[in-house]
């Protein structure tokens, strides 16, 4: 039996103030317990010592100078999680409230929700605390060529290979892969994914998380005898998750009423336009309560979170972690809901989740429902490495083809281990059973 309060109070120990990473380890650490009762050879073996321990943690300092000419000091971060069934990937997200916790706890889910996509990617997670909001193209160049003047030395095509996440999007990678080609003096295309379509990047890379969680929660109504048919969904955040997860339930037919941003939400009871959305945040960068400039039946409200208390049959979360706690999460039981897709990294807090699955509430939990981002950068690589690039359709075949794949993993081991319905354990058991096997046929390393 997996001594769970035993083994966190060791977590905490280790990794002092480090909320985020603790909350996804104890997330993974109950839905495992059985796993390791079937397999002691593991425990004997370090595996869960070992996977809770990232491989390489690496921190630096980023200076630049800003367009007043003002020295800036920020802190940048690669955690190289585990490399056990391939080179460390993951993305890089600059945000102000980041640290090595929240680094720490993306590297970790990111190990799992590799191995789900079935693809040969190990797990690690980068990013900085500089605030991209408010910067001219002029600041956001010279941070990135500054943060990849430090990072280069540790990544690479077979080593690690970043991505973007919230923050970093085509703009960043740009800049931060001419800043790497040009100190390599090399054209190593597949050294970073989600580059622009002139230099290597591959279709379908930008609509992939969002096309991907529709993809996996289409699959989790099916196998419940539902449908995207005559349904209300809420979405929060209006980043390049929530957009396209938007987009792709649209052409599915649902009706999507709520957006957010962190400042707060619009709700249009007509269905969100979404090309007004993309105007406002993908071209000008600017508020989602613009919205209702252009469509003044809509309302906007203050307060993020107080998009939860909107009556619908979907919530996708795909802003941010810890969205939903167990307030909201009532709410929303309260209202009806009956499916919780996470498009963002633990956007649900754990009594959250425990709160859904106690009220059949079904959850598309992160690590499978948004691994179509990452999976889909691994088919860039896969085209970097050909130097030939594949349609639209093909990288989209491919990607629904992974999510049908994923659920039916998370699907099955849910019934193994004897708890049907329950694809949080299901996506934890399947995604760590991988590694496992990998890590203990390389020995102890
Ligand atoms: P973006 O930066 O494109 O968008 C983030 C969105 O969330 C913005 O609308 C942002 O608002 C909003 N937001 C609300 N509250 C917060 C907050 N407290 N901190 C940060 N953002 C907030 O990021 P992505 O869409 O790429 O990422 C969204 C989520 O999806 C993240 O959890 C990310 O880790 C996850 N993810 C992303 C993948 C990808 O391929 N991009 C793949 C898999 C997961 P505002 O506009 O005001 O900043
Ligand atoms: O959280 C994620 O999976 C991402 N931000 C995408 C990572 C990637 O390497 O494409």
Not at 61 to 67: A, E, F, I, T
Not at 170 to 199: C, D, H, P, S, W
Not at 335 to 342: D, L, R
């Amino acid at each position: 039996m997996l001594n769970i309060p035993n083994i966190m109070d060791q977590v905490k120990k280790r990794n002092p103030g480090e909320s985020e990473f603790h909350q996804a380890v104890e997330e993974v650490l109950e839905s495992l317990a059985p796993v390791f009762e079937k397999h002691p050879e593991y425990l004997k073996a370090g595996i869960l010592d070992r996977i809770i321990e990232p491989e390489r943690q690496i921190m630096f300092r980023v200076p630049w100078l800003d367009d007043e000419g003002n020295v800036r000091i920020n802190r940048g971060f690669r955690v190289q999680f585990n490399s056990a069934i391939g080179p460390y990937k993951g993305g890089l997200r600059f945000h102000p409230s980041v640290y090595l916790g929240i680094i720490k706890f993306l590297g970790f889910e990111q190990v799992f929700k590799n191995s789900l996509t079935g693809l040969p990617i190990g797990g690690g997670k980068g990013g900085s605390d500089f605030d991209p909001k408010g910067k001219s193209d002029d600041e956001i160049m010279k941070f990135c060529q500054s943060f990849m003047t430090e990072l280069y030395r540790h990544i690479g095509a077979d080593l690690d290979i970043p991505a973007g996440d919230i923050g970093v999007g085509a703009r960043e990678i740009g800049f931060l892969f001419g800043q790497y080609k040009r100190i390599k003096n090399a054209y190593e295309a597949g050294v970073l994914t989600g580059k622009g379509l002139t230099y290597g990047g591959s279709l379908a890379r930008k609509e992939a998380t969002g096309f991907g969680l529709v993809y996996f929660v289409r699959e989790i109504l099916a196998a419940n005898n539902d449908s995207y048919e005559n349904k209300e969904i809420v979405i929060s955040g209006a980043g390049n998750v929530a957009i396209y997860a938007c987009q792709k339930a649209q052409e599915y037919g649902a009706k999507v009423i709520a957006m957010s941003d962190s400042k707060g939400y619009i709700y249009d009871k007509d269905g969100i336009k979404l090309d007004t959305v993309k105007q406002i945040k993908e071209v000008e960068r600017k508020r989602i309560s613009e919205y209702v400039k252009h469509h003044p039946n809509a309302e906007y409200h203050e307060g993020q979170r107080n998009i939860w208390t909107l009556k619908c049959d979907i919530a996708l979360p795909c802003a941010t972690q810890n969205d939903i706690d167990i307030e909201s999460a009532k709410i929303l039981i309260n209202n009806g809901v009956k499916v919780v897709g996470e498009g963002a990294n633990m956007p649900c807090t754990n009594e959250a989740v425990k709160t859904f699955l106690e009220n059949n509430v079904l959850v598309a939990p992160a690590k499978a429902a948004n691994a179509g981002g990452v999976a889909t950068s691994a088919l860039e690589m896969s085209q970097n490495s050909i130097r030939l690039s594949w349609s639209f359709e093909e990288v989209n075949n491919k990607l629904n083809d992974i999510m049908v794949n994923i659920f039916k993993a998370a699907d099955s081991a849910s019934k193994e281990y004897g708890m049907p319905g329950n694809y949080v354990a299901g996506a934890n058991i399947a995604g760590f059973l991988k590694v496992a096997e990998a890590m203990m046929a390389q020995g102890l390393v």
